[in-house]
């Protein structure tokens, strides 16, 4: 139930910043993504959540690149977890 809910934010922010499929472009990808971010929702399950939903995106090849790069620059390792502080000497 708890990802019934998360799904639920997802789709309230995606409405809020891109408005409908037709309208999503890198600028506003990248806005619902940092939206996701700032309501601590973990960015790649936005970007999965486009990713399932690519059908309805007209340029979701190019977006999809920027979209995994935003989340990599922004989280550990384009992971949820980071594990990186005990790999670094």
Request: aromatic residues 10%.
């Amino acid at each position: 139930m708890a990802n019934q809910d998360i799904t639920a934010k997802v789709e309230d922010i995606f409405k809020t910043t891109c408005g409908s499929w037709d309208n999503c472009n890198q600028s506003n990808i990248v806005v619902f993504l940092s939206q996701c971010y700032d309501q601590g929702i973990d960015p790649q399950f936005c970007v999965n959540w486009l990713d399932e939903h690519s059908n309805h995106i007209s340029q979701w090849s190019e977006f999809s690149h920027t979209a995994q790069e935003w989340v990599n620059e922004h989280t550990a390792s384009g992971s949820p977890i980071g594990t990186t502080e005990n790999q670094e000497g």
